[in-house]
């Protein structure tokens, strides 16, 4: 496990070290549109599945800000178009007081144009899924100003509900409600963020 630990942190050392010397990293800003689901239910109402007066179907949809930060590095530089390996940062929902975190590592290319596309898996509270981006980088004599829309799909998933006793108040008997699974879904994720660093 140490070992694993060590090769993951080596890995990241050495995107970030790169990153740095080619000066393509920096912040990154903007905000994101969640549809209706789980993540929904609790932005909006802190309610988590199996909670009194959760709604599978989730609350309305929901927006939240980003900010974070951007780490990247070319491991294919040609005339025309580079291959990029990207580490994305970002921290959402700050303005509502709550610390929504989620990593995305992205494998793309970028067009000497300023286009690009990229795709990966993505870490958050909603859990592990795939994550697809494009971009397009406005370019000054002094500033890259990077603007990327991304989209990060729902997943369906299951709650299992636990069997239990409870109390009708009509009849004054104790009736037993047997367990059930309620599906339901995270919601998905719309992105627009846009960043700047220094132009070489």
């Not at 090769?7 to 970030?16: D, G, H, K, Q």
């Not at 974070?68 to 294919?76: A, D, H």
């Amino acid at each position: 496990m140490n070992k694993i630990i060590l090769s993951i942190a080596l890995v990241l050392m050495a995107f970030t070290t790169q990153a740095q010397v080619v000066k393509l990293s920096g912040p990154r800003i903007g905000g994101t549109i969640i549809t209706s689901g789980a993540a929904t239910e609790f932005i909006q109402n802190s309610l988590f599945p199996g909670d009194d007066g959760w709604d599978p179907n989730g609350a309305p949809t929901a927006v939240v800000s980003q900010y974070g930060w951007q780490l990247e590095t070319r491991f294919i530089d040609g005339d025309e178009i580079s291959g990029l390996v990207e580490w994305v940062f970002l921290v959402g929902g700050m303005e509502r007081g709550l610390f929504l975190p989620s990593i995305s590592s992205l494998f793309g290319m970028r067009a000497k144009g300023g286009f690009e596309a990229a795709l990966g898996p993505n870490l958050s509270l909603s859990g592990i899924g795939m994550v697809l981006a494009v971009g397009y980088t406005i370019q000054t004599e002094t500033l890259n100003i990077p603007l990327n829309l991304s989209f990060v799909p729902g997943k369906s998933m299951t709650y299992e509900q636990r069997a239990e006793y409870g109390w009708d108040n009509e009849t004054g008997v104790e009736t037993f409600i047997p367990s059930s699974e309620i599906d339901y879904n995270t919601g998905s994720r719309i992105s627009l963020t846009m960043g700047f660093n220094l132009a070489q």
